[in-house]
């Protein structure tokens, strides 16, 4: 099972971003990136940062998950596409589209272009956990697109938005389990818990898959895969737990984890109802493009001291 994270869940590192990272075998997610240039990647790199304080600040806000890059659990792209082109897709979509129209007094034209700018604007949104909608509606849209596409789950978080209301009315629910996860406790935590947990995490993501694909007795096998995955959690905590010099303390919670089918569009045709449309059907009934995708929603229902 893979998943597309947004990447404001990955610097919040809410329970969303802890527990895709933990129950998905690779997480792609929005990585910002300077403009190419003539130079190798880490001198771009180092040369962007120099000019966008920015850039430099998403890398250290984003330092604790380096672990998770190089194990590449964490990918900036799905078998060759990038949520970053995706992202810019789906900006140039709005802007081009009638039926997009409403939207585009959220957008500032241009934006996504290569260039310091856009990587300024984004650094700072996703520092700033996305209160721009100029930035967060495409970006969000780009890893539906990408998710649809590739056949990843795109994670949500359980909050009471009006755009998230929208979109749970725009999908179907396929089902649900619980899970016990790292609320806390850094990427090599997170390292050592998925290799400890290697088997009940594949059994737990072949059965997340199949309820996905809609396979018959996908539920019980659902069912069954959580439980046995819960139990060697469990056992395996206190040795995922194990407190260790410069370690960041282990804190465990239970996730409510919930999968909904939904158009491939969903962020946008949700975002159209917030902003007053009157748009209310999925992506057919908007004149999108066919498709669904599964949304996996986290919601905490519990934290430990485990």
Do not use: K, N
Not at 256 to 268: F, G, H, Q, Y
Not at 272 to 297: H, Q, R, W
């Amino acid at each position: 099972m893979r998943a597309a994270l947004s990447p404001y869940h990955l610097t919040t590192r809410e329970p969303a971003a802890m527990a895709t990272l933990l129950l998905a075998e690779e997480v792609v997610t929005l990585l910002p990136r300077p403009a190419s240039t003539a130079g190798g990647a880490r001198s771009e790199a180092e040369a962007a940062a120099a000019r966008v304080p920015a850039f430099e600040g998403l890398l250290r806000a984003w330092e604790w998950s380096m672990p998770l890059w190089r194990a590449g659990v964490l990918v900036p792209d799905a078998d060759g596409d990038g949520a970053l082109s995706e992202a810019r897709a789906a900006a140039q979509e709005i802007e081009s589209q009638a039926r997009f129209a409403p939207l585009r007094r959220l957008l500032r034209p241009g934006l996504f272009e290569d260039g310091d700018a856009f990587l300024r604007a984004i650094c700072s949104d996703v520092m700033r956990t996305g209160p721009d909608p100029a930035l967060g509606v495409p970006v969000q849209a780009g890893l539906d697109r990408l998710a649809s596409r590739h056949g990843l789950v795109s994670v949500r978080s359980d909050r009471a938005t009006v755009v998230q209301r929208a979109e749970h009315r725009l999908g179907t629910r396929l089902g649900a389990f619980a899970a016990p996860i790292l609320v806390r406790g850094g990427a090599a935590r997170a390292l050592s818990a998925r290799e400890r947990l290697a088997d009940s995490l594949g059994a737990l993501r072949r059965a997340i898959e199949a309820l996905a694909m809609g396979e018959a007795g996908s539920a019980d096998e659902l069912a069954g895969a959580s439980r046995g995955y819960a139990g060697a959690f469990e056992s395996a905590w206190p040795e995922v737990s194990r407190v260790a010099p410069e370690e960041e303390r282990a804190v465990a919670g239970t996730a409510a984890v919930t999968l909904v089918r939904a158009p491939a569009d969903v962020s946008l045709v949700a975002s159209l109802e917030a902003a007053g449309s009157g748009i209310t059907g999925g992506a057919s009934e908007a004149g999108g493009p066919t498709g669904t995708v599964v949304l996996m929603v986290v919601r905490m229902i519990g934290r430990g001291g485990r």
